[in-house]
């Protein structure tokens, strides 16, 4: 089974960044989708500037694994996109968050804390170790990886304490980040990778492709997405799993909707 | 030291059902807030019809730990007023989620999820198993204790894993669910817990009272709250704490705010 | 790929129960192997009473998930063994416990705490609980499924906090049990799973076979064996990744193993 | 309510090091002693040296939180006593692990995984990272705080994924290091924090011992210590929570103990 993944990118700085342009000339979410197609993954991408920024009801149900990278346009994403890819997230859809993607709406929206940090552009040396051994998003990497110049990041990370911390980052000018972390919000299975800044080859970086190519197989849940993934039930009395007889008094009639 | 707490309360059913005004005649917040107080935790209250709800910037900066009651009317809290309870979670306030709080805007905007589950108004039998135990929030409980009359729940709850799950309920029409769940967003300590009906006496059963003391000294963080909690600061390169020659293109001049 | 699976079998209840020979004419592990075989995964079992229990290193060397029931005899198990085993499973072999070996030596070595519950044989009805939609655990299985006759096993239940809950059992005579449960030691995935007493026919149960299939999947790590799992290597000065010079006293002279 | 704590020593190199009883002239439990001795917390010492190690039954049934620094001589440690101690912290006493203790068999014993790592001893620069903000261990402390002169522990560190990551550790040599992890095991809440090397003066540094202070007070489980931690009670059929009928055979007669 070919896992079908969509790379978005924002799209931005690669229109108005001689810089990135130059870097990217395929724009960076063609570069990252380059990276990954691989023999049991395939990559389209979609951007900001498309109808419905490229993520239609349809194209997302098709999509088993989604990679999110934005920057310069966060506040340009449309809430009710935002709330869709939420949906689809809780119903099984796979989620990675590329680098400056921690402040996405879709990644807020999801972790329900601020998800900030500290930061400095002086293209310093960054090394990913891996903290846990043989993780299927670690496999095939060295213990540890150097990224030559970077953007850094550091604590503390707004984010809640992940499932598990797969990689942390060391920074020359003396940080530390939490770079590799996985959630799981309703059936959607969620992978925040740090490195990534858009003045820098990182996506042209061969363990980083690693690393992307291997969250995707991570992400990827192969179960039919849950419908109905919000809905909430009511089980009348009568078809109760065990007998139950009424008892005392209750606002809602056989029936009725719960309340919102 | 003296925790401060703000029971919230919807107050709806109150003036709209007659079992729901006997039953409790100063409000269920109003119940709560009495059961609560004791030596070392003061109580008050605030209702959705107060302005702001009752939510003040001012009176949230002077609550350790917030109580959320609300069913009928989800939908009427102001938006701005959740985003100002959920800033101050961040920044260290305690929050526990009573009953159908579950929908509540802040509980999903914290959670993230959809945070559904089945439900079915019998007045059946509960029994809460500690599942933790000597957890702070257990403690001076049974290993179970039974409510003769409540509302059911069932998983799947649709909540993230906890950090811990303290209480799972059995019920007598043949369901479970994880009635007491552990959380931190931020700086904050979260708590759901399941039961406490509109229409039954739980917030009148002393291990029902027990756990919600129990859950506020938990909570409570007495550290200052967070200043700026969603902040995300450059630091120059000229700062570094190892020392750092500048490389590479970069957005950002010295000084400029990052982007959002 | 084929996943390689041992089922161990304690074997002893098989020979002194008239009611368990009936029942499981090839064993538990017979069976348990029986109905685990597909596509995708070979059985073969091993039992107690073979040399090294069936269990030689060459043999874990081969192994990529083991299943592990165990109940009347665990203080037989080999202390060297059950080193062993955990050794493989830090190297990253699957392990799934079934049942009541919650007590078995391997379950307590891995948890690190008692693994205790409480229980009662009255062949009353469990029900399962999915807690967690569509994890892999749960692939194809509908929200609840029953078994008409089992053992209780009753919370508080002695083990750590997991990673994911996945069923949650509500029993007849009133407990609840968290029956599903995850667990990484190193890079081994580890699933306790509840149902199985040797008296009843649970084995049989197409429900708990689809589980325990699902269950081999999700533990099977496909990366290779971790080497020297437990080595600690000392990273001299000179080979520092970033430029060092030595200072102050050191207890090691260059080259020397640490202390253990 | 004060605190009691005791400082186990292992108190070797204090005893064959000049330089380390040179800068520990009281040992270094005795100096960790002195340092976290306060208003809420009174602070004993016990060593490796004396009868039962200094952890007596009666003794530890009187300590609310143990902390232990060993190195040269885990291997000296009486298995027993690392089950008694184990006993006590499932039943509810906080143990906080120092460093080099990262090997000793408590942790082992209680982590279920071989808790390796890499090393340098060349005096070089840590500095410590919080990473969950206002956490209570963190309470009072900057967002990082160095040592000028630290043995390097790093990645990975083969451990369970904890329940908080609360201190990440950058080294002068480029490793990383999760330098304060939180778990619980039972009823007892396990700290384990990575500074401390013997040749270092690593305990009189301020912000260290303020991160001490505060773990013991967030160690402390203030309920009664839990009895028969690891009992497995039988619950007779005629004594269950609901009405049953016992149907089905049954190893066990009525009263058996379990088997272990």
Request: negative net charge; charged residues 20%.
């Amino acid at each position: 089974m070919v896992i079908r993944t969509v790379v978005w990118g924002e799209n931005v700085h690669e229109q108005t960044s001689q810089v990135v342009a130059d870097l990217y000339p395929d724009g960076m979410h063609g570069a990252i989708a380059a990276s990954v197609q691989s023999a049991g993954i395939s990559a389209t991408t979609a951007t900001l500037q498309e109808p419905e920024h490229g993520l239609s009801e349809d194209r997302l149900t098709q999509t088993d694994v989604l990679l999110w990278w934005g920057h310069a346009a966060h506040g340009d994403v449309d809430d009710a996109i935002v709330e869709r890819v939420a949906r689809h997230v809780h119903a099984g859809m796979g989620l990675i968050l590329l680098h400056s993607a921690h402040f996405a709406k879709i990644f807020k929206r999801l972790m329900g804390t601020p998800c900030n940090l500290t930061w400095r552009e002086a293209g310093e040396r960054e090394r990913l170790w891996v903290t846990s051994r043989n993780h299927p998003i670690a496999v095939g990497l060295p213990d540890h990886f150097e990224l030559e110049n970077e953007e850094m990041y550091g604590e503390p990370f707004g984010v809640p304490e992940p499932l598990e911390t797969v990689f942390i980052s060391w920074f020359q000018g003396g940080e530390v980040f939490r770079s590799g972390l996985t959630y799981k919000r309703g059936a959607g299975n969620i992978f925040y990778f740090r490195p990534g800044h858009e003045t820098y080859p990182t996506y042209y970086d061969t363990n980083v492709q690693q690393v992307l190519r291997n969250a995707i197989h991570w992400a990827h849940n192969p179960a039919p997405r849950v419908l109905d993934v919000d809905a909430a039930p009511n089980v009348p009395t009568h078809q109760a799993l065990e007998p139950l007889t009424q008892k005392g008094a209750r606002p809602h009639k056989d029936g009725e909707a719960g309340l919102r």
